[in-house]
């Protein structure tokens, strides 16, 4: 390969031409083709290219399939379900770890698993592991990224890391795992009705909270995009700190959060807290809003009239306010002041909607409604 040639070193100098050019034979001699590597200067990558093969594979889907006894066709529908792009039947994407999970992919499916439920499962992984290797490599590159490196230094420092590092997530990922298996598991409920029907029941009431950041899509146009990013992040983390059982925290949405609690009571109070936090904080102003009503829970999420009506609570609510419907209300009546906040027509909901704003039992406010 003629280093020199085309567009490997244009507008390099001196030592930086030079590194490139070290950079550039040592990835060749690793088996990178010329296109790979012109493809990975115009895209701002190439000191990458070494972590990208000691995270990249080995076998093509059909020599997968002669090692784990799992078709082609199916891994190629696992990385579409996984949102990863399908590979070509050269592309060697695949490597020994593949080989393992397409052999337990092979147990679930032997041992009764549907094909749908396996699908399932593989999307819900995919945007969980998704987000986590996206945070993941943001957080390797602001930790090892050090000013004035050369891209050789840098290729060289980050690939061997990458070898050192990758697998000590593993036991993190299986732990983590577990546990919330286990805690599935026991906020689950398999009774005689269960049994006899032979399935889990339908909908069930919950109560669901919505909380989201006032204003943040015009906020986008008046701040770094690094301090909206900041603000986003302090709502993920005050919403898993502050969440207390039988609370849950479903997920964080850029500027929403969401959860959800078989009683209205420990979710209006987690909602109160998350408020006054970012008050505290002095943080843009939040808002939350409280329903509760039948909900089915599948793929992770919560779907139905509790989820709908609650988000819609929610973009009606104040800033630094809690909203709720009567059924909230009247379930922790006790627990808190409540005063009526009108009566409201929401979206896909048929006539006026009675709601009530919740504040601290010992708030110096007057309990209406």
């Given amino acids: 390969m003629d280093v020199d040639s085309g567009e490997l070193l244009e507008g390099l100098e001196g030592a930086e031409r030079e590194a490139r050019r070290k950079l550039l034979e040592r990835l060749h001699d690793d088996g990178f083709s010329e296109e790979e590597l012109v493809r990975a200067v115009r895209e701002n990558r190439l000191a990458l290219l070494p972590v990208e093969r000691v995270l990249g594979g080995r076998y093509t889907a059909a020599e997968l399939d002669e090692r784990a006894g799992l078709p082609a066709g199916t891994m190629a529908r696992i990385r579409r379900q996984l949102g990863l792009p399908e590979p070509g039947v050269d592309d060697r994407v695949f490597g020994d770890e593949d080989v393992e999970a397409a052999e337990s992919t092979r147990v679930f499916l032997d041992a009764g698993f549907g094909t749908e439920r396996v699908d399932e499962i593989t999307r819900v992984l995919g945007e969980g592991m998704g987000r986590l290797a996206a945070t993941i490599a943001a957080a390797f590159v602001e930790t090892f990224l ?5 891209e050789d230094e ?19 990922l299986v732990a983590g795992f577990r546990a919330h298996l286990r805690d599935s598991v026991q906020r689950g409920a398999l009774g005689l009705t269960e049994l006899e029907a032979g399935d889990l029941a339908g909908a069930q009431d919950v109560a669901v909270c919505f909380a989201d ?35 849950r925290l479903v997920k964080t949405i850029g500027d929403a959060a969401m959860f959800v609690s078989p009683e209205p009571g420990p979710l209006v109070g987690v909602a109160l807290r998350l408020v006054d ?24 999420d919560y779907f139905g009239n509790s989820v709908n009506l609650a988000s819609r609570v929610t973009g009606v609510a104040r800033p630094g306010s809690v909203l709720c419907t009567r059924e909230v209300r009247d379930a922790a009546r006790d627990d808190f002041l409540w005063s009526a906040a009108g009566r409201h027509k929401l979206k896909g909901v048929a006539g006026l909607t009675p709601l009530y704003r919740a504040r601290h039992a010992d708030a110096d406010a007057d309990a209406g409604g």
């Fill in 277 to 300: 936090a970012f008050a505290e904080e002095e943080l843009p102003s939040l808002r939350a809003g409280i329903a509760f009503g039948p909900a089915m829970m599948r793929a992770g």
């Fill in 154 to 172: 840098v290729a060289v420092r980050f690939a061997e890391l990458a070898d050192q590092l990758t697998p000590a997530f593993a036991p993190i």
């Fill in 213 to 247: 950041l006032v204003g943040f899509t015009r906020l986008g146009g008046q701040v770094e995009v690094g301090e909206l990013g900041t603000v986003a992040g302090r709502l993920a983390t005050l919403a898993t700190s502050l969440t207390r059982p039988p609370v």
């Fill in 146 to 150: 050090q000013a004035g490196e050369s």
